[in-house]
C-alpha cells in the first residue's frame, strides 16, 4: 500500500523526496523547510463537511493560507457541500471576492476546484490543486535479471488516487512532465536497456522517444514542451544530449 501522511509539512517534505528522485540530485543535497507563519493568509472556512472539508483545509495550507478564527480571519470561506460544492468568498470588509458552484465531478474534485480558484482570487498565481505527480514504485517484485521491479505511477498532487501506468515488469523510472500537457516521459528497461518513452495520458498512446544502443536516461522537458535533455552513454561515462 502507498500511504501518504495528510499535513502540510509532511506533504512538502514528500514532495521535496519525489522531486529528488525524478532528478537524481546528489545525495549530499539538503533543502531546510521554514514555516514562516507570519507569512501565511489567514483564513477562516466553515459550512463544509466530510472530505470536501477535509480536501479544502490541506489544499489552502498547502497553498500558504492558515485557518484562523473568524475575528482573526483575512478572508472567510463559507458554502456548502452536497450534489455539487459551493463557495463564497469575502475579504475582511465582507466584500465578496469570489462565488461560485461546481457541478460535475466527484466531490473531491469539486473542492479541488474551489480552493484552486480561491488561491487565483486571492494570489493571482494558478492554484495547483488539480495538478497531478509522477513517481516511481518498487512493486517487490524481481525480474528474469534479478533487479527490483519498479513501475510508474500518477496519483493527484496530495497522494490521492493513485494508479499505476506502466505494467513493464522491469525498471521503470524518471518520470518528467511536459509543460502544458497530458503526457509523461519516463525511462523504462522493457526493450532490454534503459530507453525514454512518451505517454500520452489522455488516449494511453506510448512511443519510444530515445532507443538508441546504449543507455538513454533521464528525460528533462523543456520549459516551453519543445525540447528534451538526457542522458545518452554507449560506452564510458555518460554524456548530457
Not at 197 to 223: C, Y
Request: contains cysteine; charged residues 20%; hydrophobic residues 40%.
Amino acid at each position: 500500500m502507498i500511504r501518504f501522511t495528510n499535513c502540510r509539512q509532511g506533504f512538502m517534505a514528500a514532495l521535496v523526496a519525489v522531486v529528488f528522485t525524478c532528478h537524481g540530485w546528489a545525495q549530499e543535497a539538503s533543502i531546510v523547510i521554514e514555516d514562516k507563519v507570519a507569512g501565511l493568509v489567514p483564513i477562516h472556512i466553515s459550512g463544509y463537511t466530510g472530505e470536501v472539508d477535509q480536501t479544502l483545509k490541506f489544499d489552502l495550507e498547502v497553498a500558504g493560507f492558515v485557518l484562523v478564527a473568524p475575528d482573526k480571519a483575512r478572508y472567510t470561506l463559507t458554502g456548502k457541500n452536497g450534489t455539487q460544492v459551493e463557495g463564497t468568498l469575502a475579504d475582511s470588509a465582507r466584500r465578496a471576492v469570489l462565488a461560485r458552484s461546481y457541478p460535475g465531478g466527484t466531490p473531491r474534485a469539486q473542492a479541488h476546484s474551489l480552493s484552486d480558484d480561491v488561491v487565483q482570487a486571492v494570489t493571482g498565481r494558478p492554484g495547483i490543486a488539480r495538478t497531478k505527480l509522477a513517481f516511481k514504485h518498487e512493486t517487490g517484485k524481481r525480474n528474469q535479471h534479478n533487479e527490483m521491479v519498479s513501475e510508474i505511477f500518477v496519483a493527484d498532487y496530495d497522494g490521492a488516487n493513485a494508479f499505476q501506468l506502466t505494467q513493464d515488469g522491469t525498471v521503470s523510472r524518471s518520470p518528467a512532465w511536459q509543460p502544458g500537457h497530458r503526457t509523461l516521459f519516463y525511462t523504462s528497461f522493457r526493450p532490454g536497456r534503459p530507453c525514454i518513452f512518451s505517454h500520452d495520458l489522455a488516449t494511453g498512446a506510448r512511443s519510444p522517444i530515445s532507443n538508441f544502443n546504449g543507455m538513454n536516461d533521464g528525460a528533462a522537458i523543456s520549459p516551453d514542451g519543445t525540447k528534451i535533455a538526457m542522458n545518452w552513454r554507449i560506452t564510458g561515462a555518460p554524456q548530457l544530449w
